[in-house]
């Protein structure tokens, strides 16, 4: 596809991917309840969402809803029931003071890929973007195999961006609490956004 058309959407995902939301949401809890570790795992099936999105909205929602229905319904109760287990495991840590590099026990990076994936799939601002504004800046019928190949590059690497960004600035916000309070307060404020998320991928 042109350059210019590249650009735009490139520039209007940047945009609405920086705005907060579930899924910004859920990372950044993520991060600071847990640490980064396990964190890119999650990112990438919260991108990997945007690529099914963005396959949905160039060759045709409707057809392809009817079809997977069964597997995105399991897929998002699946992920959502994760994210409220994560949410749990928060509330009910430890609030004694620790070295907040320290690590936690090991996520399976497929569990944490599919919390990522149901975060996006039942994401509402992730769905308007590519079924509602999406058609409104790019002719979706004219687009080609290679210039669909450039939309899904031109996807992961804007969200890579953003999603860096965003876990790189959790994780140092995530040093400053160290006290037992402290640590209480961050526990139960992410693990209830984190059950804020799930809730959110469940009812949609």
């Given at each position: 596809m042109d350059l210019a058309g590249l650009l735009l959407?490139?520039?209007?995902?940047?945009?609405?991917?920086?705005?907060?939301?579930?899924?910004?949401?859920?990372?950044?809890?993520?991060?600071?309840?847990?640490?980064?570790?396990?964190?890119?795992?999650?990112?990438?099936?919260?991108?990997?969402?945007?690529?099914?999105?963005?396959?949905?909205?160039?060759?045709?929602?409707?057809?392809l809803a009817q079809t997977f229905h069964g597997v995105f319904l399991i897929i998002k109760y699946l992920g959502a029931a994760y994210l409220l287990y994560i949410a749990y495991k928060l509330w009910t840590a430890p609030a004694a003071r620790q070295e907040v590099e320290a690590n936690v026990k090991a996520e399976h990076p497929a569990k944490l890929f599919m919390a990522g994936l149901a975060v996006t799939m039942g994401n509402p601002k992730v769905m308007v973007f590519y079924l509602a504004l999406l058609p409104t800046f790019l002719d979706l019928t004219r687009i080609t195999l290679l210039?669909?190949?450039?939309?899904?590059?031109?996807?992961?690497?804007?969200?890579?961006v953003v999603f860096a960004g965003y876990i790189a600035l959790a994780a140092r916000a995530r040093r400053l609490f160290t006290s037992p309070r402290a640590v209480r307060i961050l526990n139960r404020t992410t693990g209830t956004v984190m059950a804020g998320a799930a809730a959110a991928v469940a009812a949609r």
């Open positions: 959407f490139s520039s209007a995902l940047f945009i609405a991917a920086a705005s907060p939301g579930p899924g910004i949401a859920a990372i950044v809890a993520r991060v600071l309840g847990r640490g980064p570790k396990g964190a890119v795992a999650f990112s990438i099936g919260v991108a990997l969402g945007d690529v099914v999105w963005l396959s949905f909205a160039i060759l045709g929602l409707a057809a210039g669909f190949t450039e939309l899904v590059l031109a996807t992961l690497t804007v969200l890579g």
